[in-house]
């Protein structure tokens, strides 16, 4: 079956530091890849996405590869900011899975301090 | 627009109360999903409609039952919940079942008291 692995968290950083969230996969086809944001107390938006090998997906800074090769997904932001902080999702979606359902990794808390 | 609205907020019901969680999108999407989602933990599907059809329901208890009254509009009728479902239940919407991202909504949270 399909699963999606993060990195766990806390992640605490200082305000401009350069951050790695790391998200490898496991899919039994051709998955597109996401990351999800979650500010606290609201739903989840969708941050970037990518849907071949070699795709990057960037939005706000944030930027993802997606990496066939070693199957990793992961995200990066040159100087985050405090308004940063919040919870990411990393998820797939595999259309050879039924139902073509989005699979979620457990999802990494990221702390921004001033 | 790529709003999802969902309400109520909030909501706090009784383990004999019957409430609904109401969804709206108006981007064309013909699938709609519920999710719940517990403190530090990734949403987990709950049901699947595709062209206001129920596609998949995840053994969900018949507690909880979705309704897709037309393309725009989903609901989830709550009835004799448990303190445990307590969660922060989300509203997602795609173009088709599983194609492309799904766009969420702010969620409701609901406590059962």
Known sequence: GNSVTQMEGPVTLSEEAFLTINCTYTATGYP???WYVQYPGEGLQLLLKATKADD?????GFEATYRKETTSFHLEKGSVQVSDS???????SDRNNAG??????GGTRLMVKP | DTEVTQTPKHLVMGMTNKKSLKCEQHMGHRA????KQKAKKPPELMFVYSYEKLSINESVPSRFSPECPNSSLLNLHLHALQPEDSALYLC???HRQGKTEAFFGQGTRLTVV
């Open chain 2, 32 to 35: 709609m999903y519920w999710y």
């Open chain 1, 32 to 34: 597109s890849l996401f």
């Open chain 1, 56 to 60: 990057k997906g960037s939005n706000k």
């Open chain 1, 86 to 92: 919040a919870v990411y999702f990393c998820a797939l």
């Open chain 2, 92 to 94: 997602a919407s795609s």
């Open chain 1, 100 to 105: 073509n359902m989005l699979t979620f990794g």
